[in-house]
Nanobody, 123 residues
Framework: QVMLVESGGGLVQAGGSLRLSCLVN????????MAWFRQAPGQGREFVAA????????LYADSVKGRFTISRDNAKNTVYLQMNTLKLEDTAVYYC????????????????WGQGTQVTVSS
């Protein structure tokens, strides 16, 4: 059984930065493709970023390219999402997800999900 625990969310002003963390409990993180998704109020959950097992390859949604960076420290079983130049539209609950398959952005392929952490960007 794998449990994903997100942390690092909070309230930040537009233009600011936050770093989210996702701790992988129950199995070593290098077993998984890791990803971040988000869900804004009244909207569906959308892909943000994903990393392959080593951290050497990643995918990003167009809306966050150049502003967000996914990284991982497999020795600490932790995946990060560094979010810079935050915009009002980045306000959402951010979810960490794990997949034992290949590097994809499609959420239905992700087998394990965290409970989410709220990120609120204010003007």
């Amino acid at each position: 059984q794998v449990m994903l625990v997100e942390s690092g969310g909070g309230l930040v002003q537009a233009g600011g930065s936050l770093r989210l963390s996702c701790l992988v409990n129950g199995r070593t993180s290098n077993s998984y493709i890791m990803a971040w998704f988000r869900q804004a109020p009244g909207q569906g959950r959308e892909f943000v970023a994903a990393s392959n097992r080593s951290g050497g390859s990643s995918l990003y949604a167009d809306s966050v390219k150049g502003r967000f960076t996914i990284s991982r420290d497999n020795a600490k079983n932790t995946v990060y999402l560094q979010m810079n130049t935050l915009k009002l539209e980045d306000t959402a609950v951010y979810y960490c997800a794990a997949d034992m398959g290949t590097l994809v952005s499609t959420q239905r392929w992700y087998d394990y999900w965290g409970q989410g952490t709220q990120v609120t960007v204010s003007s």
